[in-house]
Every structure is written in structure tokens, then in C-alpha cells.
């Protein structure tokens, strides 16, 4: 469906962005006036949000999905607050914090007077409750645990302000993963329902301690937020404390692309999610801004699941490297907000570090790679070795922005060292299937976002996402220094020494560092997004 | 009497065939609802935690006794719990069908009312141009895509001229260029065949004989030709029902409406069994009792087939072309 509206939207592009254009320049003249005042906020006021997709569920674990995480940032606090700039961790509802040497015992002091939106305390034995059920799950309530959390063991209320977290093995990311969406506070009752009442139709029940609270729900299609009058727990290195400005945010989703352009260029929106990379000029051009906030996490990537046979050599997969021409597939489908890749983590993440030199294209070497490894080039220009075609499949993957072009494109530059790439598309029961057999779908299309050293080994390891399909021993040992190194440099040179390998060995192609790119009105000021790009309603205010 | 009920009968059997093709259709597909959840790489879940929840899902329950469970659910009122979101689906049906059954209903009115208009103005036009743009407008119509003609509509009426906003809109304004979306595809079929009936109607010899007493033109048309021309309209109506759906699905998406429509199109993508299953149900009870009613209808429309029903022999006249195009 929205396939088919997204070809149907560039095909009434003509049509519609001259319209558009129309229509708009008259609206956005008048209230560039308001914008240059640099006047104080104004708390009050409603806004119009446009989100793409609907949210599934509001288990904070399970936040990741963006539509779901969009609404827990804002109705969820966490312990400590990730500062989107420095990436600093921060005292959220936790005023301070200790860590002993090897990271296996967290003990944070709690600030006073925090309230779940239902009047219960934040005191420690909430919090306690909190993690116990992020780090362990809850099989019975089918609540799962959260993938930020590792080798979780116990906590232990130390007094009503107090709260410690023990771990059977160092814990690094722990400070970090308090602060993500994924362990975003909830009220003790709400914890004791089961992961179907978190769904879509219950989310007035979801009770936290944010700025804001869910005070209304359309089935599907609707979500109303209200401001807390009494929230007064902002995190401290924040400029505005009190209340969120705004009184209400009117949240409805809108998955068709063109409406949501046109809704926010005629003014009937202010602020909206997912601005494809080729709308990004309409909304530009139309006076209104864009917000490309980047995920920081592991690249917009291609994985070779080097154990499908043809993968196996180490030739093949470098040849694979060398002739993929990532700038080509930014300069032709994205835009300035997708930088194009130079590691297998963005340059925006933590620990990051440039392999440009092993990614470089050089479609000569490939060629090169590929003869040497035995590969020859057969009669309809596709290599061959012992009469196997060098022929590769891989699936468009839904959740990347315009996956099946970028595919297309690099298919188009592989068959130019001679090796064929073949798009296909599923359905999502197939889809699911399939990306789990290394010999059904041999090159993997995904990408995930968290401002943590931990997010590399979520993608990789074979017990977590696991994107290789991997049976690297070495790889594994790798990532799991980076998740349990308790020296902080040490654990940077574990993160850089993850890159290093996953660039010698070519087991990915980098394609580009991915961000979420929003729309909104010039009046729409105090626009901001955590870090890993959802965006936070705080400080938001209408300046009109 | 009897006839009704066999009727029913018929009905009913009919609704368990489609829940029990459903239920062994869903379970054919490759992949389920619970896989393409929970391995949703956006989880981070691990093998080990997957096995864990497709357990305490029931996956392992055999199938036989699943299908009695939803079976015995269904006859209950009990739709079970979508599996995507977790609610349940008789709420998600509440909430989703009076908007469907309202844009439905407006738009097949509308459709009605551009059917007949068409229709009755092409046959009563003097000018031959006329008439033929007229008539060359239905198979206009039936090959604009839906959500093209959505798109275009949103474009020009709301994002251009300002007229009717599709954001934040209320109840009535909101459905105004969705029941035009959808009633414009719908009205072509129906045109088209209130056309064709009218002119065959119209070569039949008591028309001929109206016409040589000296009836006008409209007033033939209007009491003896569009009464005899109706049944085939009225049978296609019934079958329309199914393009209403298929329209619903991509109007309600387009336009961002809660409804039937959007709730398929999201459960087919999420491969939600209970969802689907329950929409499968419901569409077929809609087929069932539309075709139900048009069934009973005709001997309303037509007193030839109020004696044919009563099935006796001795009375049931000799069928004439039309009724027999009615049948087919």
C-alpha cells in the first residue's frame, strides 16, 4: 500500500508541488515577522503533529519502533537526561549517581517530589520495580527485556531515595540505557499489566512521569497529549523548568506522504514526522524548516552473511565493498541530511571511527578481487565460478527510507563488476522468514540508532540482532569487550577495534548515516530531539 | 416463507466456509503475526526471548483445537486480541466500522444519485454530443484510480483552494472528499449498467405501444421504461459492495480515517490472524445480508417474481429477455 502511494505521490509530483508552491508562499510571508522577535516563550496553545505511522505499544522496551518511541520520550521520564549535544549523561529524576569500579553496581539518589501522572511517588521502590522488569522481564505479563539492558541481576531499595542495581557481569552501558526511551519510568501499576494492554486503544492507561500525559486516543488514527500543570522536574541543565509550554499537542497520523507535506505547507499542520528525501525541497522551498536530526548509532548498511557460501571468501566480500558507490546513492536519492558513511557507525556516534580507507570505490580493484578469487566473468556479463552464477539476493527492507531504490542503484553498480544483485520484495510473514537463512537472503538491509558503544553490539552479536547471521567467535568476543569493559578508554578502544574488524574482514557496506528528518512552521520555536532523533514536545512553543 | 429460510440457511452456511477458509488460509502463509512482531529488529529481541513469547502466545497449541477456540470465540462475540497491538479487536471493530458503514453508505448514495443522473439525463438529451460525452463518462470514471483521484481532490480542494480541510476536520467535513473518492469509481458501474438496461428496455414492443398512445418521452421513461430497467441495477448494487470495501481500503488510508478499510490494510501487512480473520467474517455477513436483501427485494421491485417465488408452476410466466439479464 504505502508502496504503491509513494509511486502514486512522485507521479502527481508535477502537479502537486506546483501547487503547492502556489499556495504556500502567500501563507509563509506574514508570519516570518513573528520569527524574527526573539521573544520570551509563550505557554499555552495546541499543536497540530502529523506522525506517519500509527504506535503499536507503549512498553518502553519496546519503544524503538518511532512512532511508539515518539510518545513514551514525552510521557516517560527517565533517570538521567542524554544532553543531544555532548551526549553527556545528565540527572534526570536521579540527582546523582555512583559506580563502583567494574561496573556491576549502580546506586543512583533520587530527586524529591517526583509524581507518576496517577499521584504515586517516584521513590526508589518504584524505580526498583521499574528495572526489575527492563532487566528481567516478566514472562507471565509476556513483558520482554530490554535490549539496552546487559547482564542485569538485582536491585535493592536502599532507603526511599535510594536505589541500587546490581549486575552479574560489568554493566558499562548501564548509565546510558537509564537514559534512552527504552527505561522510561512508569507508574508500578501500570507495570503490572500485561504487554497487551500497553497496545494501541490503552494508551490513556500508560502512566509516567513526563511532561506530558496521554489524555485522549482515536483508535489508529488519533492522540491527544496534555500538558502536566504540575510537572516541575525538567532535567536541571535544562533552561526551561516548570511546566511544557505547550498545552496540548494534537497528534494524528497521516501515513500518506503527500498529505502530510501539503498538510504542513497549507497551514494545517505545524509540525510534522518523516519528510522523504524527496519532499525535503518542497518544504524547504514552501518557507518552512526542516529538522534532520541523525540516529548516531550503526549505519544505514548493507550486511554480507558471509556464511552463505558465496560470501565465504573474504575476496568476494571486499570486491562487494569496493564496488558499491555509497556518495552515487546519496547524490541520487538523498540529500545533504544523509551523509554519506565512512565506518560502519556513524561519524555522529560515540566511540566512532573512520575506515574510510577500507571503503573506498574502486570498481577496478573489485574486478581485480573478483578474478583472483576465481570468479570469471560468464557470457551475460554475470561471473561465474565452476557454473554457479555469482548472483545475490536481497529484500526491500519496509522500515528504511526508500530501500528499494537504494537497492536498485547498488544493483545497478554491482553488475558492473559483474555480479548480480537481485530486489525482492515480501510480504511481511515471508519477509521475517527469509532474512533468517543466510542462503535466502545473503546481503541484509537495516540499520539501528542508540547513542551508546552498546549499539554495535546489538547489531552484531549473535545473540542479540545478529544481522551477520554470524558464527564469528572473534567477532563476538569483540563486541562483548565493548558491553562489559568498565574502563571508559578502554572500552573506546574495544568500539574502535569492532570497526577495524568488521572493515577488514568487509562483512558490511556502509551506506549512509541515517537521520529522521522533520518538518514544521517558522512559528513552531523550541524544537528539539533526544539523541537519538524523536523529537521532544518540552520546550516547545507556538510563536503566533 | 420457506424460501427466506432456506435462504438463511444458505447464509449461514456461507459464513462458515469463510471463517474456516480464512482460518486455514491465514495458517498457510509463510510467517505469522507473532514472528513479524517480535523479530522486528527495532526490539533488539534474542532467539532465546522469541521462543519464549511464541510460547506463551500458544503457538504450540495444535491447530485443530486453535481453530475450535476461535470458532467457539466467534460464535460468542469474542474476536480475540489483535496481535500487533494488543487490542482487542471487538473495540478496534467498534471504533472502526459506524465510520466505514457512514463513508460507505454516503458514498454509495452519492454514487446512486450520479448513476441515475447520468443515466436519465443521456437518455432524455436531444443532442447527440451530449449524449455521448454523458455516456463516455462511467468508463471515465471506472478507470481513475482511487487514490489518485484522493490525492488530486486533497490537492486542489483542500491544500489549494482552501475549501474543506482534511486535518483536524470535523465529522462532516471530513467526510465530504472521501465520499466523493470513493462514490466516483462506485457510480460508473452502476451508470454504465442503468444505461445499457434503459436501452434495451426502451427496443421492448410495450414501449412502443406506450409511445403510440402518446406518452412523452420522459414520462415513458420515468414510469415504464426505468421500472423494468432497475433489477439488473439493483443486482449489481448488491455486488458493489465489494468494490466499496476495496475502495474503503485505500480512501481511508489516503485520507487518514479510522475504519474498516485502514484496519485491513494494516492488519494485512502485519499479518494479524485475529484481525483479518474478523474482518473476513464480517465482510462476508455484509455480502451475505446485501445480497439477502436484494434478493428479497426483487419481488418488491418486480410483482412478475412475487408470483414466481411462490413456486408454483401453473402461475410463473414465460421470463422475458430482461428478467433473464436480471438472473445471469
Not at chain 1, 519496509?398 to 526508500?402: G, N, R, V
Given at each position: 500500500m504505502s508502496r504503491i502511494t509513494r509511486t502514486l505521490a512522485a507521479a502527481t509530483a508535477a502537479l502537486a508541488t506546483a501547487a503547492l508552491l502556489a499556495a504556500c508562499a502567500g501563507t509563509a510571508a506574514p508570519e516570518a515577522g513573528g520569527n524574527a522577535d526573539p521573544a520570551a516563550p509563550v505557554t499555552g496553545g495546541t499543536l497540530t503533529y502529523l506522525e506517519h505511522q500509527a504506535f503499536t505499544n507503549l512498553y518502553p522496551p519496546q519503544a524503538g519502533f518511532y512512532p511508539n518511541g515518539g510518545v513514551v520520550n514525552n510521557i516517560a521520564a527517565r533517570l538521567t537526561y542524554q544532553n543531544p549535544e555532548t551526549l553527556e549523561i545528565e540527572p534526570w529524576i536521579a540527582d546523582s549517581w555512583e559506580v563502583n569500579a567494574d561496573a556491576t553496581e549502580y546506586t543512583f539518589t533520587l530527586r524529591d517530589g517526583v509524581t507518576f501522572s496517577d499521584g504515586t511517588p517516584v521513590d526508589a521502590a518504584a524505580v526498583a520495580k521499574n528495572f526489575d522488569v527492563y532487566g528481567l522481564g516478566n514472562k507471565e505479563l509476556a513483558l520482554t527485556i530490554s535490549e539496552a539492558i546487559n547482564n542485569y541481576a538485582s536491585s535493592e531499595v536502599v532507603d526511599a531515595a535510594t536505589v541500587k542495581f546490581h549486575f552479574s557481569a560489568p554493566a558499562p552501558g548501564f548509565l546510558q540505557a537509564t537514559s534512552t526511551i527504552n527505561s522510561g519510568l512508569l507508574s508500578p501499576a501500570t507495570l503490572d499489566l500485561p504487554l497487551e494492554k500497553f497496545g494501541a486503544g490503552n494508551a490513556a492507561a500508560i502512566i509516567g512521569a513526563g511532561p506530558f500525559v496521554v489524555s485522549e486516543e482515536k483508535l489508529g488514527t488519533e492522540l491527544t497529549f496534555t500538558a502536566r500543570e504540575d510537572y516541575d522536574w525538567a532535567p536541571p541543565s535544562l533552561k526551561h523548568q516548570g511546566r511544557a509550554y505547550l498545552d496540548a499537542i494534537h497528534l494524528i497520523v497521516t501515513p500518506e506522504d503527500s498529505v502530510r507535506i501539503g498538510g504542513l505547507t497549507s497551514g494545517q499542520a505545524d509540525y510534522i514526522r518523516y519528510v522523504q528525501a524527496f519532499d525535503e525541497a518542497a518544504v524547504e522551498s514552501a518557507g518552512f524548516e526542516l529538522y534532520a536530526p541523525q540516529t548516531r548509532g550503526v549505519n544505514n548498511s548493507l550486511s554480507l552473511r558471509f556464511t552463505n557460501p558465496l560470501l565465504s571468501d573474504l575476496r568476494v566480500r571486499q570486491a562487494l565493498v569496493a564496488g558499491v558507490n555509497a556518495q552515487e546513492v546519496v547524490d541520487t536519492l538523498f540529500t545533504a541530511n544523509y551523509p554519506v558513511a565512512t565506518s560502519s557507525l556513524s561519524s555522529t556516534a560515540l566511540g566512532y571511527k573512520d575506515e574510510s580507507e577500507h571503503l573506498t570505490f574502486d570498481p577496478k580493484k573489485a574486478a581485480k578481487l573478483l578474478d583472483e578469487a576465481g570468479w570469471t566473468v560468464g557470457a551475460d556479463g554475470i561471473r561465474e565460478k565452476d557454473g554457479t552464477r555469482l548472483s545475490l539476493d536481497v529484500y526491500e527492507a519496509?522500515?528504511?527510507?526508500?530501500s528499494k531504490q537504494t537497492l536498485e542503484l547498488v544493483s545497478q553498480q554491482l553488475k558492473a563488476i559483474g555480479v548480480e544483485l537481485n530486489v525482492k520484495a515480501a510480504d511481511a510473514g515471508s519477509y521475517a522468514e527469509d532474512i533468517k537463512d543466510p542462503l535466502k537472503t545473503p546481503l541484509y538491509h537495516s540499520m539501528v540508532g542508540r547513542a551508546d558503544l552498546d549499539v554495535i553490539k546489538s547489531q552484531f552479536h549473535t545473540k542479540n540482532r545478529n544481522v551477520l547471521l554470524s558464527n564469528d567467535t572473534t567477532l563476538d568476543a569483540l563486541l562483548e569487550a565493548v558491553a562489559s569493559e568498565p574502563d571508559p578508554a578502554k572500552r573506546l578502544e574495544a568500539d574502535a577495534a569492532v570497526q577495524d574488524y568488521l572493515a577488514e574482514q568487509a562483512y558490511v557496506i556502509p551506506l549512509f548515516e541515517e537521520p529522521q528528518v522533520y518538518g514544521a512552521a517558522d512559528y513552531v520555536e523550541g524544537v528539539e530531539f533526544e539523541s537519538v532523533g524523536r523529537p521532544i514536545f518540552y520546550d516547545v512553543w507556538l510563536n503566533k | 416463507m420457506k424460501h427466506v429460510l432456506a435462504r438463511i440457511g444458505q447464509a449461514a452456511v456461507v459464513l462458515f466456509v469463510a471463517f474456516a477458509a480464512t482460518f486455514v488460509l491465514l495458517q498457510a502463509l509463510p510467517g505469522d503475526a507473532l514472528m513479524i512482531k517480535f523479530e522486528n529488529p527495532e526490539l533488539g529481541l534474542s532467539a532465546e526471548q522469541i521462543a519464549a513469547l511464541r510460547e506463551s502466545y500458544g503457538v504450540d497449541v495444535p491447530l485443530p483445537q486453535q481453530f475450535w477456540h476461535t470458532l467457539s470465540g466467534f460464535l460468542a462475540g469474542d474476536f480475540g486480541y489483535s496481535i500487533q497491538n494488543g487490542t482487542p479487536v471487538t473495540q478496534m471493530l467498534a471504533e472502526a466500522a459506524p465510520q466505514t458503514i457512514t463513508l460507505a453508505l454516503s458514498a454509495f448514495l452519492l454514487a446512486v444519485l450520479i448513476a441515475v443522473s447520468l443515466a436519465f439525463l443521456s437518455s432524455l438529451t436531444r443532442f447527440a454530443w451530449l449524449r455521448g460525452f454523458l455516456r463516455s463518462l462511467p468508463g471515465l470514471f471506472v478507470s481513475v484510480p482511487v487514490f489518485w483521484l484522493g490525492i488530486v481532490l486533497i490537492q486542489v480542494f483542500s491544500f489549494q483552494l482552501k475549501l474543506v480541510p482534511v486535518i483536524g476536520a470535523d465529522p462532516v467535513q471530513g467526510l465530504i472528499l472521501p465520499v466523493l473518492t470513493l462514490a466516483v469509481p462506485i457510480s460508473a458501474p452502476l451508470a454504465q449498467i442503468l444505461v445499457r438496461s434503459i436501452d434495451e428496455v426502451e427496443l421492448a414492443p410495450f414501449v412502443s405501444v406506450v409511445r403510440a398512445k402518446g406518452a412523452s418521452r420522459r414520462r415513458v421513461l420515468w414510469n415504464n421504461v426505468a421500472k423494468n430497467a432497475i433489477l439488473p441495477t439493483v443486482t449489481i448494487a448488491g455486488v458493489l459492495l465489494g468494490e466499496l470495501i476495496g475502495g474503503a481500503v485505500v480512501t481511508e488510508t489516503v485520507f487518514g480515517r479510522t475504519g474498516i478499510g485502514r484496519l485491513t490494510e494494516q492488519a494485512v501487512s502485519a499479518q494479524d490472524t485475529p484481525v483479518l480473520q474478523a474482518i473476513v467474517v464480517l465482510s462476508a455477513l455484509a455480502f451475505v445480508l446485501t445480497n439477502l436483501a436484494v434478493d428479497l427485494l426483487y419481488p418488491v421491485l418486480d410483482p412478475r417474481l412475487r408470483r414466481l417465488s411462490r413456486g408454483t408452476a401453473r402461475t410463473a410466466p414465460a421470463a422475458t429477455p430482461v428478467l433473464e439479464g436480471a438472473a445471469a
Open positions: 519496509k522500515p528504511q527510507p526508500l | -
